[in-house]
Structures are given as C-alpha cells and as structure tokens.
C-alpha cells in the first residue's frame, strides 16, 4: 500500500491522498484582477485530475501586490463574488477541496506577462505601477526602486491580508496558503539581501520574520477557528558569498508558525536575488522540505522536480515530507494521478463519467467518487 494515496489532514481539513497541485500563476485575470473564461477550464480541469487538493494561484491582497497587471486579485467583494461563483460550478464536477495563496509580490510588482517579455514596467508606464518593499532596493539593478514601506503602509498591508482572508472563506475555499516565498513581499523583508531597515521589522532574524509571523496571526484571526492557514517558504535564496536567507533560518520561522497555529509548512526555494546559483536536479528542494520536517511536527509539503510516482512515493516513504506538491508536472500531465496510482497499484477516486476509460487489465484503477 503506498503512502502517496493515503488521506492527510492539513488542520481540520481531511484530504484523500497526498497529492497537492501547488499554486501556479496563470497571468489570465483582466486589469480589474478578475477572474476569466480561462480560469473556468483551469479548475475544472484541477478538479477531475485525481488529486487530493488544489491551491489556487498567488492571489493578489492589494492591485499594488500583483506581479503581473494580468494576476488575479481578492481585494473587493466583486472578486469575491465572482470566484465564489465560479467554485461552486467546479463543486458540481468533484468533491475534491479548493484553497488558495494569498500574496504581495512586493518589488516583483509591476510586471508583463512573462511570454511578452517586456520584463518590470514602469510607474509610469499605462499596466505599471509603484512597487513596495522592506527597502528602496530593487530586484534587478535596472528596475525602478521601489518604496520602502513606512508603518502605515505595513499596517495596510496586514490588513488587507486579514481581509483578503475573510473574502477567501466567505468565497467557499477550504484552505488558506499564505505565500511568504520566491522573492516576494514576506520573503523581501525575511531576506538581509533585500531588508535593510534599522526599525522593529529590519536587522535581527527576529525582526526580518515579524511581518510574515504578523500577517500570519491576523489572517488566523479572520477565519474561523480551526480553518486550516498553511505557509509557503523559501528555504534558501541560494546565494552563498553573503549573509542570506537560508535552511536554518527557515526551520526556526517554520517552528514559529507552528506555535501560531499553521496547518503545514510548504517548503521551495529561491526567487530573491538575480544572482542566485540553484542547483538543479531532479527533487532538489526536497532536502529542505525534510530539514522543516525534522524541525516542525506539522505536515511539510515537498516540491520542486518531483515528476514520477515512484520519485514522490520515496519522499514519503522515506520520511522527508508528509505531502507532495507538483506544478509544472500537472501541467504536462493533467491525469498525472491517474498514471501514478496505475503505476503504484493503487484506486484513484475520478468523475463517474470517466469509468469506461480505465485501461483494460487494471480493474481496480477508479472508483467513482460522489459530489
């Protein structure tokens, strides 16, 4: 019997295997941050693939915390509506959960679609706009600095994370992640690269994780009680001739969202600095996932080049993560799932509709599931 579809609680939320298609952007809302026609076949197609969990992509808490003018936002009650609307469609195809990332990017703000390749755009540019950070230092050397955010402006931000998170539950998602990874707004201020302030949220490894331990307990404090919140982290920024972001320092903020209260740790890397040197590989970042898991008792999700079954089943088999997260995997192959159990020998839950595909001489393959 595998691990890979055994059931895993995140909080209160009871998954039925530990497949989790982790947050991709799509770069396919409208200027106002709404949802499209894009985004309805995305879902849907999430929802008949077989996995155990689905996180939406980084979601936008304020229009200045998108990456891209395309992302997609939850900062107004129209967003909300329409996104609540949109999962109970998907709720009629699967009973498989939906949650989502909750994100800033920071001074990765401000950008094109990455396939238009105009890179950062202006303040001044019609689709550009101001960025914030930790400090007025930016990502690459010719992208316009962004704002080192004041007192207020965190306050803001917290705020609106809270907010954004009340939406979340109200829209219908069971989950929440909060991205605090891959170079944006959390990690900026978490990173001595990025955050070179000299008040109570710069300088110490106890001040640089303020904000994300901060904005943490005000989405928890706007949920109802026991609704799961996980994190995302970066467990290294990969730069090794400076004082950086690195596995230590996540383990000890992983530790410290465990006591307040998170659901799991979902464990990648990278995304801060230009220069970084990844080192990459098949399952590369699946030795940080098992450094957290070594530091946390909550469930830690591996990622990152995790493509066969028998690679994700060895992650949990040999103890180094509790849950797997593919990406770009679910992409090339939405039934990835399917394939895996076939592979391990396992039953995989799908649509009724689909039982008279399952491949001859694999009777066992699905089982229909109820919605």
């Known amino acids: 019997m595998s691990l890979l579809f055994q059931p895993i609680h995140f909080g209160s939320l009871q998954l039925g295997n530990k497949i989790v298609i982790a947050p991709m952007c799509q ?3 409208n200027e106002q941050g709404e949802l499209s026609y894009w985004h309805e076949q995305q879902w849907a197609n999430y929802a008949l693939s077989g996995a155990g969990l689905c996180i939406v992509e980084a979601t936008a808490v304020q229009p200045e915390g998108r990456i891209s003018y395309a992302d997609l936002g939850l900062w107004n009650d129209l967003q909300r509506a329409q996104i609540k609307a949109l999962l109970a469609k998907v709720k009629t195809l699967s009973p498989m959960p939906f949650g989502i990332q909750l994100a800033h990017a920071g001074r990765k703000a401000s950008t094109d679609k990455p396939w238009d390749g105009r890179g950062q755009l202006a303040p001044d540019h019609a ?4 960025t914030v950070s930790a ?6 050397p ?3 600095a962004p704002h080192a955010l004041d007192k207020a402006e965190i306050e803001k931000i917290i705020a609106d994370f809270a907010i954004s998170a009340k939406r979340a539950v109200d829209a219908g998602f069971e989950l929440i992640e909060l991205h605090a990874a891959h170079g944006y707004l959390l990690h900026q201020f978490m990173s001595p690269l990025s955050n070179q302030r000299s008040d109570e949220y710069g300088g110490s490894f106890e001040n640089r994780i303020r904000l994300t331990l901060e904005v943490f307990q005000a989405m928890k404090d706007a949920v109802p009680e026991g609704y799961p919140v996980g994190v995302r982290l970066s467990a ?29 740790i979902h464990v990648s890397s990278g995304g801060l600095h230009v220069e970084q040197k990844i080192d990459l590989h098949a399952g590369y970042q699946v030795p940080f996932a098992a450094a957290v898991k070594q530091a946390v008792d909550i469930p830690v999700i591996a990622v990152g080049l995790i493509t066969d079954a028998l690679q994700a089943e060895g992650v949990l088999q040999y ?6 997260g593919l990406a770009r995997a679910m992409l090339y192959d939405p039934r990835w799932p399917w394939h895996a159990a076939a592979e391990l020998g396992e039953t995989v839950a799908i649509a009724p509709q689909y039982l008279r595909c399952q491949p001859h001489g694999l009777r066992d393959l699905f089982k229909p599931f109820h919605t």
């Not at 689709?127 to 101001?130: D, K, R």
């Not at 400090?135 to 690459?140: G, K, L, Y």
């Not at 903020?253 to 006591?259: T, V």
């Open 236 to 264: 290294t920024d990969w730069i090794e001739s400076a004082e950086s972001w690195n596995v230590e320092s996540t383990a000890g903020l992983s530790k410290a969202l465990e006591q307040l209260g998170a659901a799991y």
């Open 27 to 29: 770069y396919s809302a």
């Open 142 to 144: 010719q992208d316009h």
């Open 319 to 324: 103890e180094q993560a509790d849950a797997i």
């Open 135 to 140: 400090s007025d230092v930016p990502f690459n």
């Open 127 to 130: 689709q550009g706009w101001q």
